[in-house]
């Protein structure tokens, strides 16, 4: 990961304003979200095409996403690692799940005015059934 780029929100940016709305209206939206659910696989196509909608609507607001996927794979679980930034993700297969790991899925998402609510709705849908 690139470490320690752009986590240093806007210092010496303006930082002489106070906290004039100016100085901070980049940061104030940004924010973080965690999608996580355990002892469930996910379907693929579904969250590809849930990752590739949201990506659609607001690629420029999501700055950054990253997680350990967990799906079914002739008849296996298997694990995907996820990472991204706007609109650019990569889905990187990464072999059977662990033995005796629980199985989880978690993805974190680092973005502008999140609709986070709307996000795990969508989320769960696309959990394999």
Do not use: N
């Not at 930082?15 to 940061?27: E, F, N, P, Y």
């Not at 993700?89 to 974190?108: A, D, H, M």
């Amino acid at each position: 990961g690139g470490s320690g780029h752009g986590d240093g929100h806007g210092q010496g940016h303006g930082a002489g304003l106070g906290h004039g709305k100016s100085a901070s209206r980049h940061d104030t939206d940004v924010s973080s979200m965690v999608l996580e659910v355990q002892g469930s696989v996910l379907d693929m196509h579904k969250f590809e095409h849930f990752l590739g909608s949201i990506i659609q609507e607001r690629s420029t607001d999501l700055y950054r996403y990253k997680g350990v996927l967990a799906t079914v794979s002739k008849g296996k679980t298997v694990r995907y690692i996820l990472q991204g930034v706007h609109d650019m993700p990569e889905i990187t297969f990464s072999g059977e799940w662990p033995e005796g790991k629980p199985v989880k899925t978690q993805i974190v998402i680092i973005g502008r005015k999140l609709e986070k609510q709307k996000y795990r709705d969508m989320f769960k849908e696309c959990l394999s059934t």
